[in-house]
């Protein structure tokens, strides 16, 4: 599996910026799809899934009500529309899919194939 992800980009606080993940390949295994975010000096953290089969999305609670997740199935491709962005949530981007099971899906380690990441740039 080929992940290709775009959208990041610098913008002010309160503002919005779509991502976008691609996937090609070897998909029809693929579970679940996720975004990460890693910030300099930090772990990288989960931030948001979808179930690929049947759409159920799952947050971390700092993201919930302001980003949501989506996908388009037919395109192979799943989306991170972030609403309402804070400067603390700067970090390079990253989605993910994952063969796993939902216990996994909030861990790096659930997830087998990453994108290249995105930078995402909030000023204050």
């Known amino acids: 599996v080929q992940l290709q992800a775009s959208g990041g980009g610098l913008v002010q606080a309160g503002g919005s910026l779509r991502l976008s993940c691609a996937a090609s390949g070897s998909i029809f295994s693929i579970n679940f799809m996720g975004w990460f975010r890693q910030a300099p000096g930090k772990d990288r953290e989960f931030v948001a899934a979808?179930?690929?089969?049947?759409?159920?999305?799952y947050y971390t609670d700092s993201v919930k009500g302001r980003f949501t997740i989506s996908r388009d199935n037919a395109a192979n491709t799943v989306y991170l529309q972030m609403n309402s962005l804070k400067p603390e949530d700067t970090a390079v981007y990253y989605c993910a899919t994952s063969t796993g099971i939902l216990s996994t899906i909030r861990q790096t380690s659930g997830y087998k194939y990453w994108g290249q990441g995105t930078q995402v740039t909030v000023s204050s």
């Open positions: 979808i179930r690929r089969s049947g759409g159920s999305t």
